[in-house]
């Protein structure tokens, strides 16, 4: 009898999402657009409990809303990077500026969508994200700083 290596015995594992927006009608819509294979593992409308959270599901994503109560987005971002976690992050923002941009992928973003392209941007970017790419929504301020960049 041939030993398989384990993975190759169970079904493909479905990635596993974390999601971080301080406004409900935002998380519904985001829930809406992700198809059936993605497992949502946790939902929180603040940064309150994300490290824990993050712990508890060791998720393979976050999405994480840049502006919140308390501490933003980036800063969350940032700290987790700072305590040895390699979560990829997707920023779900509202700016549409090269400043945020920057920031965001400093403290550590694989993704940057634009609240405005949600529905267009959301699955291509977790899809290329998961794919080790970074994935940038098309915006004029941000087209083409990205390339400029060392």
């Not at 409990?49 to 809303?65: M, N, R, T």
């Not at 550590?108 to 899809?127: F, H, I, M, T």
């Amino acid at each position: 009898m041939t030993r398989q290596p384990p993975d190759a015995m169970t079904p493909a594992r479905l990635p596993k999402i974390l999601l971080v927006d301080d406004h409900p009608a935002v998380l519904r819509q985001t829930i809406s657009l992700l198809p059936q294979n993605y497992e949502i593992v946790e939902t929180l409308e603040s940064g309150f409990g994300l490290k824990a959270a993050v712990s508890q599901h060791e998720p393979d994503l976050i999405v994480l809303d840049i502006t919140l109560p308390g501490l933003s987005g980036i800063e969350l971002a940032s700290r987790l990077r700072q305590s040895g976690y390699l979560t990829k992050i997707v920023f779900l923002t509202v700016h549409c500026d090269t400043d945020y941009a920057r920031e965001a992928f400093a403290a550590g973003a694989n993704g940057y969508v634009v609240k405005a392209r949600l529905a267009s941007d959301l699955v291509p970017a977790l899809q290329a994200v998961l794919a080790g790419q970074r994935f940038i929504s098309p915006c004029a301020e941000l087209e083409g700083w990205d390339d400029a960049e060392p």
